[in-house]
């Protein structure tokens, strides 16, 4: 139930989706006072949600800091989260998308040598049954092997939708291989906050790699910046998906 109430949340916490909201009750509303306030309210819904130096500094100031490892520094597992794939129906055929970096520094890592081990965590988090049948786990470990990286070293979890059950199901597997500390939690930097947050409750204490910035501290340029752009309506997703998200789980004993 919490799995289907998140997704249906989903829906509601998109600025995009007030916005659209908004302009469809001003077109249908026929008092002409009413009518002219929600076109008002409409148009400072558009400029404050679609100011890309406005979600942007927002951004920075949640999104965790670049981690940088030393020489020699080393850790027994790196969780990889998953997220970042899609599937085509017809033939299952599994393709990269948008937050890939995860995938690109865990390999990175592995061959460096500060990782020893790699626990691919995350299933299908589809509310259609017909698109879970393939898991994303199952894909990455596929590229895992691909590049070079021995199956002794990969191990996967291709079951858990959320990121409470990866934090459960990635405990499991660690307690079942008995492996020791430390271990290293690699995904987004806007997803490092709210993953932590449950990790902890549920006893897997791990250090954070942030990876996907999706904001880079570079100086605002004008207008760019600050010209309209649905890239912001993006970053307003991710935020309020990470925020709410973690409101969620703390309000269910989850974070």
């Not at 148009?43 to 100031?61: D, K, M, Y």
């Not at 660690?174 to 690699?186: A, M, N, R, W």
């Not at 791990?206 to 752009?229: E, K, M, Q």
């Amino acid at each position: 139930m919490f799995f289907l109430l998140s997704k249906i949340l989903l829906f509601f916490i998109q600025p995009f989706n007030w916005l659209l909201l908004s302009a469809l009750t001003a077109l249908l509303t026929r008092h002409p006072v009413r009518r002219k306030r929600l076109w008002i309210f409409t148009a400072v819904l558009f400029l404050v949600f679609s100011n890309p130096a406005l979600i942007e500094a927002i951004t920075l100031r949640w999104q965790a800091k670049e981690r940088i490892l030393q020489p020699g520094e080393q850790y027994e597992a790196g969780i990889l989260l998953t997220g970042f794939c899609a599937f085509e129906e017809k033939t299952g055929k599994g393709y990269f998308k948008g937050a890939n970096d995860r995938f690109i520094q865990t390999v990175r890592l592995y061959h460096q040598g500060h990782i020893k081990k790699i626990i691919v965590s995350g299933g299908n988090s589809s509310i259609r049954k017909s698109r879970q049948t393939w898991k994303e786990a199952d894909f990455i470990v596929e590229q895992l092997l691909q590049m070079g990286i021995p199956a002794a070293d990969v191990y996967k979890d291709n079951r858990s939708r959320n990121t409470h059950e990866n934090g459960l199901f990635s405990k499991a597997i660690i307690d079942s291989l008995q492996l020791p500390p430390p271990y290293l939690l690699i995904t987004s930097a806007t997803h490092i906050k709210r993953s932590q947050y449950v990790f902890r409750k549920i006893g897997l204490t791990a250090t954070d790699y942030p990876t996907h910035f999706t904001v880079i501290g570079n100086p605002l340029r004008f207008p760019g910046s600050f010209l309209p752009a649905y890239k912001a309506f993006d970053l307003w997703d991710t935020f309020m998906k990470e925020n709410v998200g973690l409101l969620m789980y703390r309000l269910t004993g989850k974070a």
